[in-house]
């Protein structure tokens, strides 16, 4: 690797390749949430029977993950690249390593193994099959064969691809801080661009969050994906879904929720994303 | 005869899941060849991270032709029975064979070509395989009934002899077509025949047979190892996941930072294992070396030093880690995390952590200060400075031993000052990334903030045993601790009634009474079972009622005396707040009514409990569970110490001769007794003892001579019983032997003179009370 890509351009080459196999490529969703599989165009657009390839940067934010800039590896705000395939394609892995040379991963000097990951998504009521993905021992990848998604089984299989973009590009940059990494090629790094942000957020997310607020949003966002669902419109309905499940892990990220209630609060999103996902299959004639 | 070689190519199989695979495989196939009467010479199976395989030896080339006989009826039965027999088979008449008066119907079945039984076979194995997990994939799966796999399937070879045996299934056709190594050999293979399989695969980087994976993997790494200096840490499992995970593995050395060997080498050892899949290395002096061996899948052209480096990376992110939370955790003193304690719910019917670690801690000190955990420096301190295991340990420093000259009173404190402390690293960091860390860090924490080294020990230490087999411990305050924990945690779930059933015991209550056993047993401990038992049940009963009262109402707490130990009067206390007008709860509430009635049950639970847990425990010991019986029966003898030195006496005497003899005896005695339903005790006993001790009559010579035996026996054996001498009372037992037999020989019990017939029964009855004063010889088989 003579002169390994930018954060920026990364992206770009994956754009690129993905396009290049059939996928529409898609913006990030305007709205905060914990992992790309939020994405409606991954929840939503998984279930059915429809063809769905698309492609698409999502940042993801986990507050709790937050180190005020600290820490090398850890981030409450970073990049995920989301690949989902309707139906999965027979040679998905093939595809997935072709990207991986693409953005100048030398396979033949690394050692990229697929190594036992079974996902799933409580708060989504979704589950998997699949790999955590290994470079030289780090994981770069996860992927997943969608098994059921909102609680119903998926016909056909959806393959979903998620690219930890910053720790990709930690490895193919070879820095050892993220706040190191090229974002283009003039001199702008990640830290330029993120590190004030991580300060900022982790101090909010952490301390500053009015509690009483965030308790409050929830029990609204939740009556209001209640009150979507009742009206016939489950991609509203699931926005609120997303938005309870953020306000959540805020919640989560200022101690204020005991373990007992955790679990109630999981199964509350849940219940929301999967009423959500429900009137969606209704909505599209899609026999439960 | 010709070979079958079947290979299942798929997308990457767990690695823990390929030995049971190959386990199915060869059980499913030896299963559908049976079923066509085939059988294989051999079977060898194969597992790679990308393909399943099996190796079938010499099969014939067809099964045997069979003739299936049928039996009807006979000659001269009526015509109707001939004719339903006839419509069964589908037969005429003259098609039947007559055989000694009777019809048969003789089907005559062609041998097949054990080919086409392979073609059948193959697809039936396929959709009936066990995986622990398995997914549907592809266009396939718009419907939920599409073929199940581990992963998705790509590609079937099956070849009898050199013959593509033709198989179709879920849109994959069989071939002789298989692939290389992902990356050195992309591109197809053709196999020739199961002959050809092993050798063309290893020529194309994949190394089929896991043995010799596993084998590569040992070698290269204890190597790898030596040339640095250094000796490898064994570890079997990690051994056999690497080799599960690679088709070609290549183990490579790296070092990682020294400043990283100041965390705990348990925490290194399991950052590297667990997460990383490494293997750690030992330097000469044995201390844990900065040092990692990974495993690729790849022979990289410049001999992994890309890869080696990579994987230091990952490490050194992850030991930071660990290290950051190390650090901030040694801040910390333990006793500040109690708070964090009460938040974590231990079980919503029995309070939370914090409530457990109260329990265990009361009951740590009440078992030193009942004498029951005494300070025994005669004993040897095995189990002090293990590390992970028995076959992995890495050194760590161990605390001086406990000073044996301390008292009662001192050992008290440490045990519950240890009990207090004993759950507080289940919130720090490294334990909440680690959880199997427990007890370990907490150790290590102690022994940083200066607690006593055996205090810091017992932390440490304090959930050994964790099964058979598992160091036990034997210093006492850890003993103390470690057998509080588990007294709890059985009386806590048996109080509420959460008892195991079958195969269900989710809160590992057999372990934790397995590990109670082997810490008494260990240590020989006197422990009244029932006595500890209710203090147990007690304690969490007070507990249970004190939620039940801040629930209520803050100030009716103090209602609860705090000091009151007995089970009795803490019901008495719930059950008076019962009545209390104030308290609104009624008797029919039902989480209070229904913690009545199961805490009331959970002593006499236990013991049963314990017993059939003692008997599973022994029997693998070698001691015959109707002994246990025969000792349990006497009733009261909960003192396991006790229980089991009598069991062994009993085992010993019992495969005498004088013990074979007097076995037959008493069993002769007391089926007599049993038929005249003479009771041992209870109405009708008086007399017969009356009877047996002032004969009216004058006794025969060998009578006599019993009653004189047992005026002998009788208290030589309840003497030694009460010096807890076994072998003294088999040994005065074994002197009523000959006197019985020639009782027996002799005289005559169903006299025709009533009374004689009584004074007999009752001499009987004086034999079968004298046995009873060691055990219940009728629960003794043989």
Same mark, same amino acid.
């Given at each position: ?82 690949? #989902? ?86 490895? #193919? ?20 661009? &993120? ?10 997310? &952490?301390?500053? @969050?009015?509690?009483?607020?965030? &308790? ?25 879904? #997303? ?16 373990? @007992? ?28 | ?129 066990? !995986? ?31 013959? =593509? ?25 053709? =196999? ?29 790494? /204890? ?24 088709? !070609? ?39 844990? *070396? ?16 890309? =890869? ?62 009942? $004498? ?10 095995? $189990? ?45 960091? %490294? ?9 370990? %860090? ?31 411990? /034997? ?32 809160? *590992? ?159 002769? *005695? ?87 017939? =009584? ?24």
């Amino acid at each position: 690797m003579t002169n390994p890509l930018s954060f920026q351009r990364m992206i770009l080459t994956l754009h690129d390749y993905w396009s290049d196999h059939g996928c529409l490529i898609l913006q990030p969703y305007d709205m905060e949430m914990g992992a790309g599989t939020f994405h409606p165009a991954t929840t939503l657009r998984a279930l059915g029977p429809d063809t769905w390839n698309a492609a698409f940067v999502q940042p993801c934010r986990r507050p709790t993950d937050g180190r005020y800039g600290e820490n090398p590896n850890r981030l409450q705000h970073y990049y995920q690249y989301q690949v #989902i395939l309707k139906p999965s394609p027979p040679d998905l892995q093939d595809l997935y390593l072709g990207s991986l040379a693409a953005i100048g991963v030398d396979m033949n000097l690394h050692d990229i193994r697929f190594v036992e990951d079974d996902w799933e998504s409580p708060t989504l009521g979704a589950w998997g099959l699949g790999w955590e993905v290994w470079c030289d021992g780090m994981e770069v990848t996860q992927f997943t064969y969608f098994q059921q998604m909102g609680g119903f089984d998926m016909k056909p299989v959806a393959g979903e691809l998620t690219y930890g973009l910053e720790r990709l590009a930690m490895y #193919i940059q070879d820095v050892d801080n993220v706040y190191d990494l090229k974002f283009n090629d003039a001199g702008v790094s990640y830290g330029d661009v &993120f590190l004030e942000n991580e300060r900022q957020m982790s101090t909010w997310n &952490f301390e500053v @969050a009015d509690t009483d607020t965030l &308790f409050d949003q929830f029990r609204k966002s939740a009556a209001e994906c209640e009150n979507c669902l009742s009206r016939g419109l489950p991609i509203p309905a699931y926005e609120q879904a #997303i938005k309870a499940s953020h306000t959540f892990n805020l919640l989560q990220a200022r101690g204020v929720i005991s373990v @007992a209630e955790r679990q109630a609060y999981i199964g509350r999103v849940r219940d929301l994303a999967k009423g959500a996902c429900g009137a969606w299959m209704e909505k599209n004639g899609w026999a439960v | 005869m010709t070979d079958f070689l079947l290979e299942l190519r798929s997308e990457e199989i767990p690695a823990r899941m390929q030995d049971k695979a190959r386990d199915d495989l060869a059980r499913l196939f030896t299963a559908e060849l049976a079923k066509s009467g085939l059988s294989a010479a051999a079977i060898v199976t194969y597992a790679t991270p990308r393909r399943l395989a099996l190796i079938a030896r010499d099969l014939p080339p067809e099964t045997l032709a069979v003739s299936e006989e049928v039996k009807g009826p006979k000659t001269s039965a009526p015509p109707q029975a001939l004719d339903g027999f006839l419509r069964k088979t589908g037969l005429t008449r003259d098609q039947l064979v007559e055989r000694d008066g009777i019809f048969f119907a003789v089907t005559e079945k062609p041998g097949r070509a054990t080919a086409s039984v392979l073609a059948e076979a193959i697809p039936a194995i396929i959709r009936a395989f066990p !995986w622990p997990k398995s997914m549907r994939w592809g266009a396939a799966s718009t419907s939920t009934e599409s073929l199940r796999w581990v992963r998705p399937l790509h590609g079937i070879v099956a070849l009898l002899g050199e013959t =593509i045996v033709p198989i179709e299934i879920a849109g994959i056709t069989s071939s002789a077509t298989t692939y290389g190594h992902r990356f050195h050999h992309p591109g197809p293979i053709t =196999i020739g025949s199961a002959a050809d399989y092993v050798e063309k695969l290893r020529a194309c980087h994949v190394i089929i047979d896991q043995a010799e994976r596993q084998s590569i993997i040992a070698l290269g790494a /204890t190597m790898a190892a030596a040339k640095a200096g250094l000796t490898l840490v064994r570890d079997e499992g990690l051994l056999i996941e690497n080799a599960g995970l690679a088709e !070609w593995p290549v183990p490579l050395l790296g070092r990682f930072d020294e400043q990283f060997l100041a965390v705990p080498p348990e925490v290194i050892q399991l950052t590297a294992r667990v997460n990383q899949k490494y293997f750690v290395c030992r330097d000469a002096a044995g201390n844990l *070396a900065n040092a990692f061996v990974c495993t690729a899948n790849i022979d990289a052209h410049d001999d992994g030093a890309k =890869i080696v480096e990579g994987n230091r990376k990952v490490l050194a992110a992850r030991l930071a880690d660990a290290r950051f939370f190390y650090d901030t955790d040694l801040k910390v003193p333990l006793d500040d995390l109690h708070p964090k304690l009460e938040k974590i719910v231990f079980h919503e019917r029995l309070g939370t952590v914090a409530d457990k670690v109260d329990r265990v801690a009361k009951l740590a000190r009440w078992l030193v200060e009942e $004498g029951i955990v005494t300070q025994s420096p005669s004993r040897s301190r095995e $189990g002090l400075g293990e590390g992970l295991s028995a076959n992995e340990a890495l050194s760590v420093t161990s605390p001086p031993p406990t000073p044996p000259a301390s008292g009662r009173g001192e050992l008290a404190a440490q045990a519950e000052r240890a009990a207090r402390l004993a759950k507080a690293d289940l919130v720090t960091g %490294m334990v909440g990334e680690f959880p199997e860390l427990q007890g370990l %860090m907490g150790g290590y924490y102690a022994a940083a903030q200066g607690e006593d080294p055996a205090v810091a020990a017992a932390i440490r230490d304090h959930y050994k045993p964790v099964g058979q087999g598992d160091d036990v411990p /034997t210093d006492p305050v850890t003993v103390a601790v470690s057998l509080a924990d588990k007294l709890d945690t059985v009386a806590s779930f048996f109080a509420i009634g959460e008892l195991p059933t079958g195969s269900k015991d989710p809160f *590992a209550l057999r372990r934790a009474a397995l590990g109670i056993l082997l810490l008494i047993e260990r240590s020989s401990l006197r422990l009244r079972l029932h006595q500890a038992f209710d203090f147990a049940v007690g304690e969490v009963a007070q507990s249970f009622g004190y939620t039940v009262a801040m629930r209520i109402g803050g100030d009716l707490a103090a209602v609860f005396d705090k000091t009151a130990r007995d089970f009795a009067s803490t019901r008495e206390l719930i059950q008076s707040l019962l009545h209390d007008e104030r308290v609104g709860v009624h008797e029919d509430n039902p989480v209070v009514s229904a913690f009545l009635e199961s805490s009331n049950r959970a002593t006499p639970a236990l013991l049963s409990f314990f017993a059939d847990r003692l008997k599973v425990q022994q029997r693998e010991a070698g001691v015959r569970h109707d002994l246990i019986d025969a000792v349990f029966a006497l009733g009261g003898e909960d003192d396991l110490v006790r229980l089991l030195a009598r069991v062994r006496a009993l085992q010993a005497f019992v495969t005498t001769e004088d013990g074979t003899n007097l076995l037959a005896g008493y069993k002769r *005695a007391a089926n007599i007794l049993k038929k005249e339903n003479v009771a041992l005790a209870g109405e009708g006993a008086a007399p017969l003892a009356a009877a047996a001790s002032t004969p009216f009559y004058t006794p025969e010579p060998a009578e006599a001579a019993l009653h004189a035996a047992l005026d002998a026996a009788e208290p030589a054996a309840a003497d030694a019983v009460a010096q807890e001498d076994f072998e003294a009372a088999m040994a005065a037992l074994a002197t009523l032997r000959a006197p019985i037999d020639a009782f027996f020989d002799a005289v005559t019990v169903n006299d025709v003179d009533p009374d004689k017939r =009584i004074a007999r029964l009752a001499l009987l009855a004086r034999v079968r009370a004298a046995v009873h004063t060691v055990a219940d010889f009728s629960k003794i088989e043989g």
